[in-house]
């Protein structure tokens, strides 16, 4: 099956930095989502972003299709951006559920 | 919120018991699908339903099983439940395939 790989696995910030997380994966895919788990274990929607770039507000995101990887960026970190960042992906073919990298947890500090 | 409701949202039960867990998908989304994410793991798909029919399979234990009514909502049935099925089991909808899929805020199962 396809595989998600995404770097770096711990983050840690001071309020105010920014970061790029980074999600590579081994097939082509037509749909790959970036969640935030916070420390409640809620996933909340980042992105949809199969390809292309996106922003909101602190938050953009990028999607090479045809190198395999997307970038996460968060501008002005905030301690409430901590927890866990996931990316997820389907491959291009039929359907085929979501898999899941293994995170990337961040953690700002004050 | 992301319209995905599930339901209990905590849950502690003893060895060899069996529980249902519950989701109600958003309005219009035929697509139902069930996630286990235990600390040595990570986020593990189970399966899937649309429409009422079953379309993926994942790692699902023969334990486990799923099905999707009438109305769109599903529930999760685990049973003979054993320590390492303690985890925290999600559920997500989306209108149809290979569009964006929406978690709800899951539901904590603790096996004593």
């Known amino acids: 099956g396809i595989q998600v790989e995404q770097s770096p696995p711990d983050l840690i910030l001071q309020e105010g930095a920014n970061s790029t997380l980074r999600c590579n994966f081994s097939?082509?895919?037509?749909?790959l989502q970036w969640f935030h788990q916070n420390p409640w274990g809620q996933l909340i929607n980042l992105f949809y972003?199969?390809?292309g770039t996106k922003q909101n507000g602190r938050l953009s995101a990028t999607t090479v299709a045809t190198e395999r990887y997307s970038l996460l960026y968060i501008s002005s970190s905030q301690t409430t951006d901590s927890g866990v960042y996931f990316c997820?992906?389907?491959?291009?073919?039929?359907?085929?559920?979501?898999?899941f990298g293994k995170g990337t947890r961040l953690s700002v500090i004050a | 919120d992301s319209g995905v409701t599930q339901t209990p949202k905590h849950l502690i039960t003893a060895t060899g018991q069996r529980v249902t867990l519950r989701c109600s998908p958003r309005?219009?989304?035929?697509?139902v699908y069930w996630y286990q994410q235990s600390l040595d793991q990570g986020l593990q798909f189970l399966i899937q339903?649309?429409?009422?029919?079953?379309?993926a399979k994942g790692n699902i234990l023969e334990r486990f099983s799923a099905q999707q009514f009438p109305d769109l909502h599903s529930e999760l049935n685990l049973s003979s439940l054993e320590l390492g099925d303690s985890a925290l089991y999600f559920c997500?909808?989306?209108?149809?395939?290979?569009?964006?899929?929406?978690f709800g805020e899951g539901s904590w199962l603790t096996v004593v």
């Open positions: 997500a909808s989306s209108v149809e395939f290979q569009v964006p899929i929406y």
């Open positions: 097939d082509s895919v037509n749909n």
């Open positions: 972003i199969p390809s």
């Open positions: 997820a992906v389907a491959r291009n073919s039929g359907n085929t559920p979501l898999v």
């Open positions: 309005s219009g989304d035929l697509s």
């Open positions: 339903y649309y429409n009422g029919e079953e379309r």
